[in-house]
């Protein structure tokens, strides 16, 4: 059932990296056959418009130099957007940043985020705002010195493939179940894989992921509010864990919604 993914990226990692990467694409493969598993015993044709499920499983992890970093930052979002032809989304986000300014980094409010926190971090909050470069730089940059240095993951691995830009709460509560989190803690272990010291999320308590996930990903942690801050432990360290808009949200302000208040929460 299904394709396994080919890690078109391995020769990116260097140092420790090459071993904790091929833990995670471990990881990704035998959670993939979770998937396979249920639905070779329990076949739901209707459900999946008779497309394989593990043609929507999109794996992540973390990028180059990530365990090079003073202050290890783990972003986890919702979902993947139409991103079944590339299984992989460290490979297509470094396939995108290689590709810059086309797509345009600038415009596009999830990268443009993303890569304005990543550098926030890397200067351990120094950097002020109006100091910033442009985000299709920042792309350029850290592919000609292989310098990414974040961590990612998605609640879902299953790519949303609807036509309209709302996540899809029911397909991620699907995944979170098909994955039998129970039984084993492919969430929890990719986590302890990534030993982040800080983590950022994409608003996630807001009511449309079941809790029970949410507990058996992060533990009974409140994070009702946008800018909640609590503490987790993985692999015996405590670990700030952060609620903020989502990076691909546009309708709040860079400097006064996203940095300048996640810089504070880190590093003050």
């Known amino acids: 059932m299904g394709v396994k993914m080919v890690d078109g990226i391995s020769s990116l990692f260097s140092g420790e990296e090459i071993q904790k990467r091929q833990q995670v694409v471990s990881l990704m493969s035998d959670w993939e056959d979770e998937i396979a598993r249920k639905y070779k015993n329990e076949p739901d044709e209707e459900y999946w418009e008779g497309q394989d499920p593990l043609s929507y499983f999109i794996a992540d992890g ?49 990268t443009r985020h993303l890569l304005y926190i990543v550098q926030g971090i890397k200067s351990e909050g120094k950097y002020k705002y109006e100091n910033l470069e442009e985000a299709n730089d920042y792309a350029k940059e850290i592919v000609s010195t292989n310098d990414y240095g974040f961590a990612f993951m998605n609640m879902s691995k299953y790519s949303n493939w609807t036509p309209h830009f709302n996540a899809d709460y029911d397909f991620i509560n699907q995944f979170l179940e098909d994955s039998n989190l129970e039984n084993r803690n492919y969430f929890r272990e990719e986590i302890e894989i990534l030993s982040p010291d800080v983590i950022i999320t994409g608003n ?50 860079d400097k006064e919604d996203f940095y300048n208040p996640i810089m504070e929460l880190i590093f003050k």
């Open 62 to 110: 973390f990028s180059p130099g990530y365990f090079n970093q003073k202050t290890k930052v783990l972003f986890i979002e919702r979902e993947t957007r139409g991103m079944c032809e590339n299984r992989d989304w460290f490979q297509q986000m470094i396939k995108n940043f290689k590709n810059t300014p086309n797509p345009n980094h600038n415009k596009n409010s999830f």
């Open 204 to 253: 996630l308590w807001n009511g449309y992921i079941e809790q029970k996930y949410l507990d058996l990903c992060f533990g009974k942690v409140e994070l009702k509010k946008v800018y909640d801050m609590s503490n987790i432990v993985v692999n015996g360290k405590n670990v700030k864990i952060l609620n903020t808009y989502h990076l691909a949200d546009y309708s709040h302000k």
